[in-house]
Nanobody
Framework: QVQLVESGGGLVQAGGSLRLSCTASGRDFTNYLMGWFRQPPGKEREFVASITWSGGVTYYADSVKGRFTISRDSAMNTVYMEMNSLKPEDTAVYYC????????????WGQGTQVTVSA
């Protein structure tokens, strides 16, 4: 059974940094894609960034390009997201998710971690 466990959220002032982690277990993720999503208060969930387990190809939402960096440690089955120059509008519950690279939708989701950026 696939499990995703996020950690690293918290409260930070605008301009600060946080690093989120997501540890995956339950299968071989070689041909999988790991994504980070977020859901701001009162809004729909939105894509933030993704990375392929094999090859480390990355994609970013325009709103976080140049500020967030997604990376992975395949040996640890862990994906990270370094978030710099945080803004109040980055406040959200952040979720990691994974899917096969051939899939259109993400099949497995973590429980989420709260990130709050104060002005």
């Amino acid at each position: 059974q696939v499990q995703l466990v996020e950690s690293g959220g918290g409260l930070v002032q605008a301009g600060g940094s946080l690093r989120l982690s997501c540890t995956a277990s339950g299968r071989d993720f070689t041909n999988y894609l790991m994504g980070w999503f977020r859901q701001p208060p009162g809004k729909e969930r939105e894509f933030v960034a993704s990375i392929t387990w094999s090859g480390g190809v990355t994609y970013y939402a325009d709103s976080v390009k140049g500020r967030f960096t997604i990376s992975r440690d395949s040996a640890m089955n862990t994906v990270y997201m370094e978030m710099n120059s945080l803004k109040p509008e980055d406040t959200a519950v952040y979720y990691c998710a994974t899917k096969g690279v051939w899939r259109a939708t993400y099949d497995y989701w973590g429980q989420g971690t709260q990130v709050t950026v104060s002005a």
